[in-house]
C-alpha cells in the first residue's frame, strides 16, 4: 500500500521516494497556505467586486481573473468545484491510498489542489499519476467507475481536467511498479532541471545549475 504522495514522487524521481522514505520520520511536510483556500473561493475570485491585489493569487489581478474565466468557460465541472461535495477526503484503494482535496459527485471525480504553477498544457506527470490514483481509488472505494480526475493551480486560477486515458493509467502502474522495485537508492534522474528544485540536492550528489554557474563553467 502506497501513499498517494509516493507514487507521484516514484513519477518524478525515484531517488527522491527512496530518500523520503529513508528520511520518513524526521520529514515535515510543508504546511498549506492562503493559496490552497483560493480553491475553495472561486466565485468570490471571479466577482470584479473582489479586490484581487489582497489576495495570494501568483500572476497579476486582471491575468488571473481572466485566467479564471477561461477555466470555467472550459472545464464543464467548474461550478462542481466551486462548492464540492466534500473536501479533504481520505481515500483508501486498492494499491494506494491518501486525501483527495475534493471529491464531486456528478461526476464523481476527485481533485488535486496545486499550490505551483501549470505547465502550458495539461497536468505535470507526478500531478496526474497522484490524480489517477486518487480516482483509481475513489473507484475503488464505491465499486464504480471513475474516469477523471481535476487539478486546480488555484494560485493560477488555471483548473485542469485530466481523464483516465490509457497513457495516464500507464503513467500511474509505471510509478507504482517502480515504488515496489525500490531497494536501495535508485540512478539520480537524467533530467537535473529536476534536482534544482529538489531538497535533496545539497546531498544527492548531483551538480546542478546554480552550482555551475557559481564556478563559473
Ligand atoms: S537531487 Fe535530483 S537526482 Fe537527487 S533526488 Fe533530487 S531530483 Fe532526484
Sequence with gaps: MY????????AYCPRKLYYR????EEYEYPER???????????????????????????APD?????????????GAFDALVNPDDRDVFLQGRRARGVAHKVLESPLAP???????????????PQAVRAVAMAKALSWERETPVDRAFVEYAAHGVVRELELTARR???????LR?????????????????C????????????????RSLLGR
Aim: aromatic share 8%; with cysteine; glycine share 10%.
Design 3 to 10: 501513499a498517494f504522495t509516493d507514487l507521484s514522487l516514484a
Design 21 to 24: 522514505w529513508r528520511d520518513a
Design 33 to 59: 497556505d492562503g493559496r490552497h483556500e483560493l480553491a475553495f473561493r472561486y466565485d468570490a475570485l471571479l466577482d470584479p467586486g473582489t479586490e484581487l491585489g489582497e489576495e495570494p493569487v501568483a500572476v
Design 63 to 75: 491575468e488571473y481573473r481572466r485566467a479564471l474565466g477561461r477555466s470555467k468557460a472550459r472545464v
Design 111 to 125: 481533485s488535486l489542489v496545486s499550490a505551483g504553477a501549470p505547465p502550458p498544457e495539461g497536468v505535470w506527470e
Design 169 to 175: 493509467t500507464g503513467q500511474y502502474r509505471r510509478a
Design 178 to 194: 517502480t515504488a515496489a522495485g525500490i531497494d536501495g537508492p535508485p540512478a539520480r534522474t537524467r533530467r537535473r532541471s529536476k
Design 196 to 211: 534544482e528544485a529538489c531538497e535533496y540536492r545539497g546531498t544527492c550528489g548531483v551538480r546542478t545549475r546554480s552550482l
